[in-house]
């Protein structure tokens, strides 16, 4: 295995982490979709990292692997329907104050301009490079990002003020 991919990977490590966090949402979740995205990456490139953005790439297969797990999930909750058992509710993680709403916010957007939002806001990306890694036209970006942050911008207006904050 080539030494530089490894290390080019390394130091990608914290940026990939915070993109699967905010798609994800979960620590735990973020943490798998890092491991797989660094898996099929080494798999596929296999020391043949040569005119690759790495960065790039990881982030589509962190993007890629999620929608997978997504329609994973969505079939696993189809099946689960038709099944008569209860299920619980997933534990609310708590974060303090405004990041804690800014996290339900993205939370509760379309996974679709979730990660529109996440890779032009959070990962710094261009509208260009983002619709790049989404395989979709740079006016489905834009129009993506534009509608994720005009729905975040409602959702945080519209949430009472935190007691602590006061």
């Not at 699967?20 to 979740?29: D, F, P, Q």
């Not at 994973?72 to 619980?88: C, V």
């Not at 806001?121 to 979709?136: D, N, P, R, T």
Request: proline share 6%.
């Amino acid at each position: 295995m080539d030494r530089g991919l490894r290390t080019a990977l390394a130091q990608l490590l914290p940026e990939l982490r915070a993109f699967a966090r905010y798609l994800s949402g979960s620590r735990t979740e973020a943490d798998d979709l890092v491991q797989e995205a660094v898996l099929r990456t080494l798999r596929s490139l296999d020391g043949r990292s040569e005119g690759v953005d790495l960065r790039a790439w990881c982030l589509a297969v962190i993007r890629n692997t999620f929608h997978e797990q997504l329609r994973s999930r969505r079939r696993e909750r189809r099946l689960a329907e038709t099944m008569p058992e209860e299920q619980e509710a997933p534990a609310e993680q708590e974060v303090p104050g405004r990041m804690r709403d800014l996290t339900r916010a993205l939370r509760d957007l379309p996974p679709l301009l979730r990660e529109a939002v996440i890779l032009v806001g959070a990962q710094g990306l261009s509208h260009q490079e983002a619709a790049e890694i989404c395989a979709v036209p740079l006016g489905t970006m834009k129009a993506r990002v534009s509608r994720a942050r005009r729905l975040l911008a409602d959702a945080l207006e519209k949430q009472p003020p935190d007691p602590v904050m006061l």
